[in-house]
């Protein structure tokens, strides 16, 4: 320990779990998304499926790494006030309903243009993709409408959040590397 002018400093605290899990959780998630593009490429699957996969990889990455340059910039940024619980979870109900109703239109966009005709792997993927993002997106609005307190119940709220978004994230992007591989499928 360093002692100024008489007082003895305190030593850092160790990171909390909720640390590890914001960072644990996305990096796991970016592996498991970088071994499933090469196990596509193994299988010899689409490649517009393979490169939604590796854009999936490289936003949570991109996250990742913001989230680590977030946290150093929070921990020597000057001392702020949190915002308080009702507006944190007003915040996040808003911008879930968004996300959920981005991905219902987005699904029914799919399911017009489709009609009778037959989806390829990546725009079913994307579907799957879209679905999974609204039922995230459900179970997390009626979390959130609770309340958002316990620093557990936010971490929780950030996890499901990402992840929420992220399935959104990938589910357009199969669409639109689809639309690139095969420009003529949907009319």
Same mark, same amino acid.
């Given at each position: ?32 998304? #970088? ?13 517009s499926l393979i490169v939604a996969t590796l854009a999936l990889s490289a936003v949570i990455f991109s996250y990742l ?6 946290? +150093? ?22 911008t879930i309903q968004l996300a959920v109703t981005v991905q219902g239109v987005v699904l029914g966009l799919i399911f017009? +243009? ?5 989806? !390829?792997? !990546? ?14 997106? #459900? ?9 958002v307190s316990a620093p557990g119940c936010l971490v929780m709220a950030g996890l499901l959040s990402n992840f929420t ?6 589910? #357009? !992007?199969?669409?639109? !590397?689809? #639309? +690139?591989?095969?420009? +003529?499928?949907?009319?």
């Amino acid at each position: 320990m360093v002692e100024e002018k008489g007082e003895r400093q305190q030593p850092k605290p160790a990171p909390s779990v909720a640390v590890y899990l914001i960072v644990g959780v996305p990096a796991l998630a970016g592996v498991m998304a #970088l071994i499933a593009a090469l196990s596509m490429w193994i299988a010899e699957l689409p490649a517009s499926l393979i490169v939604a996969t590796l854009a999936l990889s490289a936003v949570i990455f991109s996250y990742l790494g913001a989230t680590v340059l977030w946290r +150093f910039l929070a921990v020597r940024g000057p001392a702020h006030e949190h915002p308080e619980v009702p507006e944190l979870s007003d915040a996040m109900s808003k911008t879930i309903q968004l996300a959920v109703t981005v991905q219902g239109v987005v699904l029914g966009l799919i399911f017009a +243009f489709l009609r009778d005709r037959a989806a !390829t792997i !990546t725009v079913q993927v994307g579907a799957v993709s879209l679905v999974v993002g609204v039922i995230l997106g #459900l179970l997390l609005y009626t979390l959130v409408s609770y309340e958002v307190s316990a620093p557990g119940c936010l971490v929780m709220a950030g996890l499901l959040s990402n992840f929420t978004v992220w399935s959104a994230g990938y589910g #357009l !992007t199969c669409l639109v !590397t689809s #639309l +690139f591989a095969h420009p +003529f499928a949907i009319k």
